[in-house]
Protein backbone atom coordinates (compact mmCIF):
# COMPACT_ATOMS: atom_id res chain seq x y z
CA UNK A 1 0.00 0.00 0.00
CA UNK A 2 0.72 3.35 -0.55
CA UNK A 3 3.21 4.47 2.32
CA UNK A 4 4.23 8.37 3.42
CA UNK A 5 6.97 8.72 5.65
CA UNK A 6 7.08 12.24 7.80
CA UNK A 7 10.53 12.89 9.63
CA UNK A 8 11.72 13.42 12.53
CA UNK A 9 8.54 12.16 14.13
CA UNK A 10 9.41 13.79 17.63
CA UNK A 11 11.59 17.35 18.14
CA UNK A 12 12.61 19.31 20.65
CA UNK A 13 13.75 23.09 19.79
CA UNK A 14 14.43 26.61 21.62
CA UNK A 15 11.92 29.40 21.08
CA UNK A 16 13.57 31.33 18.23
CA UNK A 17 14.78 28.63 15.97
CA UNK A 18 13.14 27.49 12.72
CA UNK A 19 12.54 23.60 12.43
CA UNK A 20 12.18 21.36 9.07
CA UNK A 21 9.70 18.63 8.92
CA UNK A 22 10.14 16.67 5.71
CA UNK A 23 7.19 14.37 4.23
CA UNK A 24 7.74 11.76 2.32
CA UNK A 25 5.71 9.49 -0.46
CA UNK A 26 7.88 6.35 -0.51
CA UNK A 27 6.17 4.20 -3.75
CA UNK A 28 4.03 6.68 -5.32
CA UNK A 29 4.21 9.88 -6.53
CA UNK A 30 2.25 13.18 -5.19
CA UNK A 31 1.81 16.32 -6.73
CA UNK A 32 -0.51 17.35 -4.14
CA UNK A 33 0.52 17.13 0.01
CA UNK A 34 -1.22 18.61 2.49
CA UNK A 35 -0.24 19.51 6.09
CA UNK A 36 -2.01 19.59 8.92
CA UNK A 37 -1.91 20.20 12.87
CA UNK A 38 -3.81 18.94 15.92
CA UNK A 39 -3.61 20.27 19.35
CA UNK A 40 -4.13 18.17 22.13
CA UNK A 41 -7.86 16.69 22.46
CA UNK A 42 -9.19 18.29 19.37
CA UNK A 43 -9.22 17.27 15.74
CA UNK A 44 -7.18 17.75 12.88
CA UNK A 45 -7.05 21.35 11.03
CA UNK A 46 -5.38 21.81 7.91
CA UNK A 47 -2.91 24.30 7.63
CA UNK A 48 -1.79 24.60 3.81
CA UNK A 49 -2.20 22.50 0.39
CA UNK A 50 1.22 21.99 -1.00
CA UNK A 51 1.53 22.11 -4.97
CA UNK A 52 4.52 20.28 -6.61
CA UNK A 53 6.46 23.31 -8.15
CA UNK A 54 4.32 26.00 -7.50
CA UNK A 55 3.51 27.80 -4.04
CA UNK A 56 1.54 26.21 -1.27
CA UNK A 57 -1.90 27.90 -0.88
CA UNK A 58 -2.47 28.21 3.36
CA UNK A 59 -5.47 28.31 4.87
CA UNK A 60 -7.37 31.56 6.49
CA UNK A 61 -5.45 32.40 9.82
CA UNK A 62 -1.79 30.19 8.69
CA UNK A 63 0.64 32.59 8.44
CA UNK A 64 2.94 31.53 5.25
CA UNK A 65 5.85 33.55 6.44
CA UNK A 66 6.01 31.32 9.26
CA UNK A 67 4.90 27.91 7.95
CA UNK A 68 7.25 27.74 5.01
CA UNK A 69 6.12 24.90 2.81
CA UNK A 70 8.46 23.66 -0.28
CA UNK A 71 7.48 21.19 -2.62
CA UNK A 72 9.90 20.49 -4.95
CA UNK A 73 10.04 17.28 -6.34
CA UNK A 74 6.61 14.26 -6.65
CA UNK A 75 7.74 12.66 -3.59
CA UNK A 76 9.02 15.49 -1.08
CA UNK A 77 7.21 18.33 0.89
CA UNK A 78 9.14 20.33 3.67
CA UNK A 79 7.52 22.74 6.50
CA UNK A 80 9.37 24.76 8.09
CA UNK A 81 8.25 26.31 10.89
CA UNK A 82 10.46 29.47 11.25
CA UNK A 83 10.90 31.43 14.26
CA UNK A 84 9.30 29.21 16.67
CA UNK A 85 7.47 29.78 20.17
CA UNK A 86 5.95 27.61 22.46
CA UNK A 87 2.58 28.35 20.82
CA UNK A 88 4.22 26.58 17.90
CA UNK A 89 3.95 23.07 20.07
CA UNK A 90 1.55 20.86 18.37
CA UNK A 91 1.32 17.61 16.46
CA UNK A 92 1.76 18.15 12.64
CA UNK A 93 1.33 15.77 10.43
CA UNK A 94 1.96 15.61 6.21
CA UNK A 95 -0.92 13.53 3.75
CA UNK A 96 -0.41 13.09 0.48
CA UNK A 97 -2.79 11.70 -2.91
CA UNK A 98 -1.64 9.65 -5.64
CA UNK A 99 -1.48 11.60 -9.14
CA UNK A 100 -3.78 11.08 -11.44
CA UNK A 101 -5.67 8.80 -9.27
CA UNK A 102 -9.04 11.03 -9.17
CA UNK A 103 -10.90 9.65 -5.99
CA UNK A 104 -8.11 7.93 -4.37
CA UNK A 105 -7.98 7.87 -0.57
CA UNK A 106 -5.11 10.45 1.51
CA UNK A 107 -2.38 8.80 3.19
CA UNK A 108 -0.94 10.12 6.13
CA UNK A 109 2.38 10.38 7.96
CA UNK A 110 3.20 9.34 11.46
CA UNK A 111 3.34 13.01 12.38
CA UNK A 112 5.64 15.07 14.01
CA UNK A 113 5.31 16.10 18.02
CA UNK A 114 6.87 19.73 17.76
CA UNK A 115 7.77 20.97 21.35
CA UNK A 116 9.22 24.79 21.44
CA UNK A 117 10.75 25.48 24.86
CA UNK B 1 -17.40 25.93 5.42
CA UNK B 2 -17.93 22.18 5.90
CA UNK B 3 -18.41 21.01 9.79
CA UNK B 4 -18.22 17.86 10.87
CA UNK B 5 -19.73 15.94 13.86
CA UNK B 6 -18.92 12.85 15.58
CA UNK B 7 -21.19 11.39 18.09
CA UNK B 8 -21.00 9.74 21.15
CA UNK B 9 -17.07 11.71 22.21
CA UNK B 10 -15.95 8.75 23.81
CA UNK B 11 -17.58 4.92 24.26
CA UNK B 12 -16.19 1.75 26.48
CA UNK B 13 -17.55 -1.38 25.67
CA UNK B 14 -16.82 -4.90 26.52
CA UNK B 15 -14.83 -7.11 24.24
CA UNK B 16 -17.09 -8.88 21.33
CA UNK B 17 -19.92 -6.01 21.43
CA UNK B 18 -20.38 -4.40 17.71
CA UNK B 19 -19.78 -0.43 17.81
CA UNK B 20 -21.90 1.83 16.24
CA UNK B 21 -20.46 5.57 15.22
CA UNK B 22 -21.64 8.46 13.58
CA UNK B 23 -21.01 11.34 11.67
CA UNK B 24 -22.72 13.92 10.64
CA UNK B 25 -21.40 16.75 8.18
CA UNK B 26 -23.36 19.76 6.98
CA UNK B 27 -22.29 20.38 3.29
CA UNK B 28 -23.79 17.44 1.48
CA UNK B 29 -21.69 18.36 -1.38
CA UNK B 30 -18.79 15.73 -1.03
CA UNK B 31 -16.24 14.15 -3.04
CA UNK B 32 -16.11 10.76 -0.80
CA UNK B 33 -15.71 10.40 2.80
CA UNK B 34 -12.90 8.55 4.77
CA UNK B 35 -13.09 6.68 8.10
CA UNK B 36 -9.41 6.87 9.62
CA UNK B 37 -7.81 5.16 12.87
CA UNK B 38 -5.80 7.14 15.04
CA UNK B 39 -3.71 6.07 18.25
CA UNK B 40 -2.69 7.96 20.77
CA UNK B 41 0.51 9.81 19.91
CA UNK B 42 0.77 8.28 16.46
CA UNK B 43 -0.42 9.44 12.63
CA UNK B 44 -4.16 8.36 10.85
CA UNK B 45 -4.48 4.92 9.19
CA UNK B 46 -6.93 5.29 6.30
CA UNK B 47 -9.70 2.66 7.31
CA UNK B 48 -12.29 2.80 4.27
CA UNK B 49 -12.82 5.58 1.59
CA UNK B 50 -16.65 6.20 0.65
CA UNK B 51 -17.05 7.65 -3.09
CA UNK B 52 -19.68 9.95 -2.73
CA UNK B 53 -21.43 7.80 -5.64
CA UNK B 54 -21.73 4.81 -2.63
CA UNK B 55 -24.12 3.68 0.07
CA UNK B 56 -21.56 1.58 1.80
CA UNK B 57 -17.86 0.04 1.85
CA UNK B 58 -17.01 -3.07 3.83
CA UNK B 59 -13.45 -4.25 4.74
CA UNK B 60 -13.68 -7.13 7.07
CA UNK B 61 -15.07 -5.97 10.49
CA UNK B 62 -15.68 -2.60 9.63
CA UNK B 63 -18.59 -1.25 7.55
CA UNK B 64 -19.58 2.26 6.66
CA UNK B 65 -22.66 3.30 5.21
CA UNK B 66 -22.54 6.87 3.66
CA UNK B 67 -26.06 8.86 3.45
CA UNK B 68 -24.65 12.10 1.27
CA UNK B 69 -28.34 13.68 1.14
CA UNK B 70 -29.09 13.96 4.66
CA UNK B 71 -24.86 14.39 5.48
CA UNK B 72 -24.54 11.11 7.57
CA UNK B 73 -22.15 8.45 7.78
CA UNK B 74 -21.76 5.27 10.23
CA UNK B 75 -19.68 3.30 10.87
CA UNK B 76 -19.51 -0.02 12.28
CA UNK B 77 -17.52 -2.12 13.91
CA UNK B 78 -18.49 -5.85 14.65
CA UNK B 79 -17.22 -8.34 17.41
CA UNK B 80 -15.40 -5.51 18.83
CA UNK B 81 -11.47 -6.60 20.50
CA UNK B 82 -8.98 -4.77 22.79
CA UNK B 83 -7.21 -3.91 19.86
CA UNK B 84 -9.79 -1.48 18.60
CA UNK B 85 -9.39 0.56 20.78
CA UNK B 86 -8.44 3.97 19.02
CA UNK B 87 -9.81 7.50 18.28
CA UNK B 88 -11.50 6.94 15.04
CA UNK B 89 -12.15 10.18 12.97
CA UNK B 90 -14.92 10.83 10.23
CA UNK B 91 -13.49 12.95 7.52
CA UNK B 92 -15.60 14.02 4.18
CA UNK B 93 -13.91 15.36 1.08
CA UNK B 94 -14.81 18.04 -1.20
CA UNK B 95 -14.13 18.33 -4.59
CA UNK B 96 -10.71 20.02 -3.99
CA UNK B 97 -9.89 16.99 -1.82
CA UNK B 98 -9.26 19.34 1.21
CA UNK B 99 -10.85 16.93 4.05
CA UNK B 100 -12.83 18.42 6.89
CA UNK B 101 -12.37 16.34 10.55
CA UNK B 102 -14.49 15.69 13.15
CA UNK B 103 -13.09 15.57 16.83
CA UNK B 104 -13.12 11.79 16.29
CA UNK B 105 -14.86 9.56 19.13
CA UNK B 106 -12.38 7.73 21.34
CA UNK B 107 -13.15 4.14 21.50
CA UNK B 108 -12.09 1.93 24.49
CA UNK B 109 -12.43 -2.06 24.09
CA UNK B 110 -12.64 -3.89 27.83
CA UNK B 111 -11.09 -6.97 27.54
Known amino acids: GAVVSQHPSRVICKSGTSVKIECRSL??????MFWYRQFPKQSLMLMAT?????????EQGVEKDKFLINHASLTLSTLTVTSAHPEDSSFYIC?????????????FGNGTRLTVT | KQEVTQIPAALSVPEGENLVLNCSFT??????LQWFRQDPGKGLTSLLL?????REQTSGRLNASLDKSSGRSTLYIAASQPGDSATYLC??????????FGAGTTVTVRA
Open chain 1, 95 to 107: SARLSGRVGSPLH
Open chain 1, 27 to 32: DFQATT
Open chain 1, 50 to 58: SNEGSKATY
Open chain 2, 27 to 32: DSAIYN
Open chain 2, 50 to 54: IQSSQ
Open chain 2, 91 to 100: APAGDDYKLS
